[in-house]
C-alpha cells in the first residue's frame, strides 16, 4: 500500500460522546499519508459519494462495502503479566492474588521467559482490536521494557511496586522500588505509568517519594481502589496502625494523603465509594477504570465484586472508561467487557448502559483520559487512522449504531472467548497490520 491516498469504504461507527455517536451507511475514510512520517491520519470521513469526489490524487480504493468499521479499542486497565490466570478459579479478590496471581507474576523474573510471553501476549492483543490503554506488569523492570518493545499502540505502563503484605518472591526493598520508578519514569516519561499495586502493597513512603518523580517526568499514576469490601477493611485496618495515618476515614484518603490522586491518575475499579471519597476523587480530578467482566459474579468467570454505580460516578462529574482488568477479567476483548457492562446493568434494572455509551467509554473515553485524543480515540478529520473491520453484517438489521453493536455481541455471547477472534482487519496508522483472512 504505498499510495498516498486511501479511500477505505465500508459502514462506519464513530463514537463522539456517550450519547452522540455517528453512524455513516455506505461510507468513506480518506487517508492521507503524513509527509514527514510515514503513517496515514484522516483526512474526510463522510458518505462515499461525497469523499470521493474529494480525491484529486491518485488513490487506493479498498472496498469493505458490508461489513462495519469501529475505531481501535482502549483497554484502560489491564495487567499483561496475567494473561495465564484469567481462567483460574476465582473465589475473592485477595485469595485469588495470592493462589494465582502473585506465583503467575514471580515466573517474569526471568528474563528470556518475559520475551517470549510478551511477544505472545502483545500480538494477541492486537487481534482483539485493542491498540491503546493503561498496562500493569509485574515488578521486574525488564518486564515493563518488555511490555513497551512488544506493545503495538498507545499505551502507558508500569511496574507494580510491592514493598509490604506481598509474598516473598514479589517483595521488593523501598530502594528497589524507588530505583526501578527513578529508571523507568526518565526513560519512557509521560508514556510511564507510576503503579504501586494498591494501598495494601506499597508503603507510604514509597507511595510518596515515586509520586513526586512521576509528576516530574509528567508519568501518569495507577493503581487499584475499593475493589472488594474485604480489601476495604484490609486496608483501612492496616493504615489506621501506621503514623500518620491514624485518623483516616476512608480508602482513598490513603492516596490523598501520599499525593497519589492527579489529573494523571486512573484508579481500577472504585466500586464502593463513599460520598467523601467522590468528592476527594472529584476534586483531584482523578479518573477510574471501570471493569465489568473483572466484577462481574464468579459464575460469569469474574472475581464478584459488585456492580459499578456509572450513574453515581458520573453525578460527581468523574471522568471514567472502560478496562478488562485481564486477568481479573477472563477475555481480552473489548467487545466482552462492552457486553458485560451492558448486561449487568441491563439485569440490575439500571438505565442507560447502552451500546453506544460502552463503545465510546472503550475508545474515545480512555484516550480522553490519556490526554490522547486530539490525534486517537475516534475516527474524526485529523486523527490517527487505528480503525477495525468487522465481519460483514446482515442487510435485514437495522441500521443505527445500537443495532449493529447489539448484533455483533449476540454473535459471541454463547461462547465468550470467540470475541477475541471477532474482528477481521486492524489497521494502524493506515496500515494493515492484522488480516485473520490472510
Ligand atoms: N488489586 C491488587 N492487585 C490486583 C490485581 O492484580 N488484580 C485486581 N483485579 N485487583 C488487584
Ligand atoms: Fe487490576
Not at 316 to 344: C, H, K, N, T
Not at 386 to 413: A, D, R, W
Request: hydrophobic residues 40%.
Amino acid at each position: 500500500m504505498n499510495s498516498s491516498t486511501i479511500v477505505v469504504l465500508a459502514h462506519i461507527i464513530n463514537p463522539q460522546s456517550d450519547k452522540k455517536c455517528d453512524f455513516i451507511k455506505n461510507g468513506a475514510l480518506l487517508l492521507k499519508k503524513n509527509r514527514t512520517k510515514k503513517n496515514y491520519f484522516i483526512q474526510e470521513i463522510g458518505p462515499q459519494k461525497k469523499v470521493l469526489a474529494k480525491v484529486i490524487d491518485e488513490c487506493q480504493v479498498i472496498d469493505y462495502s458490508d461489513h462495519v468499521i469501529i475505531p481501535s479499542f482502549f483497554d484502560m486497565h489491564f495487567h499483561w503479566v496475567q494473561d495465564d490466570v484469567r481462567q483460574m478459579p476465582k473465589a475473592d479478590l485477595l485469595h485469588w492474588l495470592e493462589n494465582y496471581t502473585f506465583p503467575a507474576e514471580t515466573k517474569f523474573a526471568n528474563k528470556a521467559y518475559t520475551k517470549k510471553k510478551a511477544k505472545v501476549f502483545f500480538k494477541r492483543l492486537v487481534q482483539t482490536g485493542t491498540l491503546g490503554g493503561a498496562c500493569y506488569s509485574s515488578i521486574h523492570p525488564h518486564a515493563t521494557e518488555e511490555a513497551f518493545e512488544h506493545a503495538v499502540g498507545d499505551f502507558v505502563i508500569g511496574n507494580v511496586l510491592m514493598t509490604m503484605n506481598s509474598p516473598k518472591s514479589l517483595t521488593q526493598t523501598k530502594k528497589e522500588a524507588l530505583d526501578s520508578v527513578k529508571f523507568l519514569a526518565k526513560k519512557y516519561k509521560q508514556n510511564y505509568a507510576l503503579t504501586p499495586r494498591f494501598a495494601i502493597a506499597t508503603d507510604p513512603q514509597t507511595m510518596l517519594a515515586t509520586g513526586a518523580i512521576a509528576k516530574k517526568n509528567k508519568s501518569f499514576i495507577q493503581s487499584h481502589l475499593s475493589e472488594t469490601q474485604g480489601e476495604i477493611s484490609f486496608v483501612t485496618n492496616l493504615y489506621k496502625e501506621l503514623e500518620g495515618f491514624e485518623k483516616i476515614k476512608s480508602y482513598t484518603e490513603i492516596y490523598k494523603k501520599v499525593g497519589l490522586l492527579t489529573p494523571k491518575t486512573i484508579m481500577g475499579h472504585g466500586i464502593h465509594l463513599s460520598v467523601e471519597e467522590l468528592q476527594l476523587l472529584k476534586g483531584t480530578q482523578t479518573a477510574i477504570a471501570h471493569c465489568p467482566t473483572s466484577n462481574a459474579p464468579i459464575r460469569q468467570k469474574g472475581l464478584g465484586s459488585g456492580l459499578f454505580n456509572f450513574k453515581k460516578i458520573e453525578r460527581y462529574g468523574l471522568r471514567w472508561a472502560l478496562g478488562s482488568d485481564i486477568g481479573g477479567g477472563p477475555f481480552l476483548s473489548m467487545f466482552d467487557v462492552m457486553r458485560s457492562f451492558v448486561e449487568q446493568n441491563k439485569k440490575a434494572g439500571v438505565s442507560g448502559a447502552n451500546y453506544k455509551k460502552a463503545l465510546y467509554r472503550a475508545t474515545l473515553a480512555g484516550a480522553e483520559i490519556l490526554q490522547k485524543d486530539k490525534k486517537l480515540g475516534n475516527l474524526n478529520p485529523l486523527k490517527e487512522a487505528n480503525f477495525l473491520v468487522l465481519p460483514k453484517i446482515n442487510s435485514q438489521l437495522k441500521m443505527n449504531p445500537e443495532s449493529i453493536l447489539e448484533f455483533y455481541v449476540k454473535k459471541g455471547q454463547k461462547n465468550r472467548a470467540k470475541f477475541d477472534d471477532l474482528v477481521e482487519k486492524v489497521f494502524y496508522q493506515g496500515k494493515l497490520i492484522y488480516n485473520k483472512r490472510a
